[in-house]
């Protein structure tokens, strides 16, 4: 199955499509997540009623998303690239809501950098809340998967050991257009990820190239804990970031980002940067 979120008379509404048709639930899909177990029930035990779609019409899948877990050198080309040692442990950092945005919405550039990157990220959505999931047991605690942008303020990023101040920043990290069912994807068989700028091929990779699994991932956070519906878990880029071009390349206000992952769709967003209004205290 897979599931989005349209707007519709200026309100979020959650769609779902089974069996090549899309159906409408009526509510934002926040709603429904946690409270139900969308994977196994049918549009018709959810009382969802058919509609057309387009898929210019989707929105930002979940609203009211709190926590967004990522993952950092989890992919070995990418790792390579930057001259790192492989991981152990997976190396967890952290996001959070107000960093997000939607298919079709602006990446918000701040003026406090011209070093801005891009990253092209298989993100999984926690479905069901879970402690100590077992590794064979995660396909059940989520609702799906879906594309994510990690996009980084890398010179803010190298001011401390700590990555945080260079991934947070506001409406920054562009997420959907849909999250598509597990059973639906091959990840371990390798589905590819390309990130184009203005066109242009930056990032061309693939799942199959992944140091720790999703499973393996979400297992580990599972650990130390509680993962709750609705919560992200951004699992790596593959090579091609703009830290590693020689000379480097960054984003700039105009640009056109595509990032796509193959059996989950594409996310196009424009950079834009952020207005002196927007950082003002209001």
Not at 114 to 128: N, P, Q, S
Not at 228 to 247: F, I, N, Q, W, Y
Request: proline share 6%; hydrophobic share 40%.
């Amino acid at each position: 199955m897979k599931f989005a979120q349209v707007r519709r008379a200026g309100k979020a509404r959650a769609v779902v499509e089974s069996g090549g048709r899309w159906y409408e639930l009526g509510r934002p899909l926040h709603k429904f997540v946690g409270s139900s177990d969308l994977g196994s029930m049918s549009p018709a035990e959810l009382g969802a009623r058919p509609v057309e779609v387009s898929p210019e019409e989707f929105i930002a899948p979940l609203n009211k998303v709190q926590r967004v877990l990522c993952v950092g050198l989890n992919f070995t080309d990418h790792a390579a690239e930057l001259g790192a040692e492989l991981p152990t442990y997976p190396t967890i950092f952290t996001k959070f809501g107000n960093a997000l945005v939607g298919p079709g919405e602006a990446i918000e550039l701040p003026a406090e950098s011209t070093k801005i990157d891009w990253e092209v990220e298989l993100c999984a959505v926690v479905g069901r809340r879970g402690r100590h999931i077992a590794e064979d047991q995660v396909d059940d605690y989520l609702l799906g998967y879906t594309v994510l942008n990690d996009v980084s303020v890398r010179d803010w990023q190298g001011r401390t050991s700590e990555w945080f101040q260079g991934k947070n920043w506001d409406r920054m990290t562009p997420f959907g257009p849909v999250i598509v069912s597990p059973d639906e994807l091959d990840i371990a068989g390798g589905l590819a990820m390309t990130c184009t700028v203005d066109g242009e091929a930056r990032q061309q990779g693939t799942t199959a190239n992944m140091v720790f699994t999703p499973a393996q991932v979400v297992s580990y956070i599972s650990t130390f804990m509680t993962l709750e519906p609705g919560d992200l878990v951004a699992l790596g880029t593959p090579a091609g970031v703009g830290l590693s071009l020689c000379p480097r390349q960054w984003l700039a206000d105009g640009q056109v980002v595509v990032t796509a992952i193959e059996g989950i769709g594409s996310l196009t967003n424009v950079c834009r940067l952020a207005t002196s209004l927007e950082r003002a205290d209001l």
